[in-house]
């Protein structure tokens, strides 16, 4: 179930409260075309949006972010965590996408973002395609006031989805590809597959 925070006010007068908003899953799961919708929201509201990418994505465009679906919104590619605090400037709603691929830093950076009264939106993978957890992830959904966590369909039994499995070969953590080189797949799928890879 999806579960957008929210962002009615109180009714009072008080300073703006930022917080931070994960939403995760496997590949195909549709992570980044839920994170493009509540941007694209936010900009709809009047909000003034920044978004970021790390600089190694460049699977669809340079610079945009863009769904599997080829939904797409303009974003800025950084190469470390440091950078977003520099460029977020005065914006009231700050997006990331594919999170897992930053510096450990960007759980101090999302934290200060969001202590400066900003709206913090992150997307990414929780598990590689090992099954293990990804990155700053855990630490990101930790810290967060809101996890949404996405599923796909597995693409080898059509059942719910969680795990993102490599077909290719490579077992370098960071592999960037698409469904020449992924398959979503449930823990059933998932796991008999590993076990074979073993063999």
């Given amino acids: ?76 590619p950084v190469q470390f965590a440091d950078d977003v605090v520099l460029l977020a400037g005065e914006s009231q709603v700050v997006g990331i996408d594919e999170a897992q691929f930053f510096d450990s830093e960007i759980v101090n950076v999302s934290i200060a973002l969001a202590n400066k009264g900003k709206r913090v939106i992150l997307a990414g993978l929780d598990m590689d395609f090992m099954g293990k957890p990804f990155g700053s992830m855990p630490q990101l959904m930790a810290v967060a006031e809101f996890v949404t966590k996405i599923h796909a369909i597995c693409m080898n039994c059509g059942d719910v989805a969680s795990y993102s499995y490599r077909t290719s070969l490579g077992k370098e953590k960071i592999m960037l590809g ?15 597959a ?6």
């Fill in 1 to 76: 179930m999806l579960i957008e925070p929210h962002l009615e006010g109180s009714g009072r007068e008080s300073r703006r409260s930022g917080w931070i908003e994960v939403i995760c899953g496997s590949m195909f799961s549709g992570k980044t075309e839920e994170l493009i919708r509540r941007l694209n929201r936010a900009v709809i509201a009047g909000q003034k949006v920044e978004i970021f990418k790390p600089a190694i994505e460049k699977r669809y465009h340079d610079k945009n972010v863009v769904s599997h679906n080829d939904r797409s919104i303009r974003s800025t």
């Fill in 194 to 199: 590993m076990g074979n890879d073993k063999k």
């Fill in 178 to 192: 698409e469904k020449e080189a992924y398959e979503a797949r449930c823990r059933k799928c998932f796991w008999e």
